[in-house]
T-cell receptor
Framework: DAKTTQPPSMDCAEGRAANLPCNHSTISGNEYVYWYRQIHSQGPQYIIHGLKNNETNEMASLIITEDRKSSTLILPHATLRDTAVYYCIVPKIKAAGNKLTFGGGTRVLVKP | NAGVTQTPKFRILKIGQSMTLQCTQDMNHNYMYWYRQDPGMGLKLIYYSVGAGITDKGEVPNGYNVSRSTTEDFPLRLELAAPSQTSVYFC?????????????FGSGTQLSVL
């Protein structure tokens, strides 16, 4: 997987937008950016993924820079239940077995 | 539709004991995975399978064995439990898509080896 760099932790106020950055400067042209999150003691949960265009779903928005070297996950209205570790992953395209490598992620604490 | 189901949720083993962690999925996914997560760390891939009868090693396979006799089940076997295997174990599955596909995870098995 391409190396990704995320801040180890960040705080966010409840009701405000949370912007989570991720650097992936070695990304190849056909590699996707994936985001997962892990709420305490639970299995990771898929959030969103994208290639080059911005993406939005019911959980979040993903903004990928034009050069694709970085991206930002946006939680538009953070709630206390969004407190979790967020992982940015850039898997090798069609890697054998569709394997993912989870690094340290960003520990997000949503405060009331 | 239960998704990925892992049993047991908790287990305590003595050093040298053996056990099997069970994982089953009802989504007809070809790909299945076993990860372990030590406290405060990210997940590490132990073994994975791309279909019934096919398994391969991940990043940390030593001390573990797997089998995949059916599409639904992917058990993880610990033969001689060691304290270093104290961890939370997650099973996951995914479809076989044209590009990387999203993984669905189970709720985990917390294992302590004393």
């Amino acid at each position: 997987d391409a190396k990704t760099t995320q801040p180890p932790s960040m705080d966010c106020a409840e009701g405000r937008a949370a912007n989570l950055p991720c650097n992936h400067s070695t990304i190849s042209g056909n590699e996707y950016v994936y985001w997962y999150r892990q709420i305490h003691s639970q299995g990771p949960q898929y959030i969103i993924h994208g290639l080059k265009n911005n993406e939005t779903n019911e959980m979040a928005s993903l903004i990928i820079t034009e050069d694709r070297k970085s991206s930002t996950l946006i939680l538009p209205h953070a709630t206390l239940r969004d407190t979790a570790v967020y992982y940015c992953i850039v898997p090798k395209i069609k890697a054998a077995g569709n394997k993912l490598t989870f690094g340290g992620g960003t520990r997000v604490l949503v405060k009331p | 539709n239960a998704g990925v189901t892992q049993t047991p949720k908790f287990r305590i083993l003595k050093i040298g004991q053996s056990m099997t962690l069970q994982c089953t999925q009802d989504m007809n996914h070809n790909y299945m995975y076993w990860y372990r997560q030590d406290p405060g760390m990210g997940l590490k891939l132990i073994y994975y399978s791309v279909g019934a009868g096919i398994t391969d090693k991940g990043e940390v396979p030593n001390g573990y064995n797997v089998s995949r006799s059916t599409t639904e089940d992917f058990p993880l076997r610990l033969e001689l439990a060691a304290p270093s295997q104290t961890s939370v174990y997650f099973c996951a599955s995914s479809t076989q898509g044209a590009t990387n596909e999203k993984l669905f995870f189970g709720s985990g098995t917390q294992l302590s080896v004393l």
